[in-house]
């Protein structure tokens, strides 16, 4: 999303869907054996939730 552009409540939901991508990767790679550092793909992942929990509040719905 553009940071000059208003979210939007589909926007935000396609956001967290990718976000929720990653994590099924994450959990795939992970039952496959592969090797690789989690922590770091675990803080990239937070990250993405830390600013999409911000533009969500930016929304102002209620829950």
Known sequence: M???QKPTPNAEIRSLQRIQAL???I????NEGVEFDVADA???IIE???QAMV???EL???A
């Open 60 to 62: 102002g719905v209620p």
């Open 27 to 30: 959990q795939h790679t992970a």
């Open 2 to 4: 553009n940071a000059r």
């Open 55 to 57: 533009r969500v509040d």
């Open 42 to 44: 675990l803080l990239v």
């Open 23 to 25: 994590l099924i990767c």
């Open 48 to 50: 993405l939730l830390d």
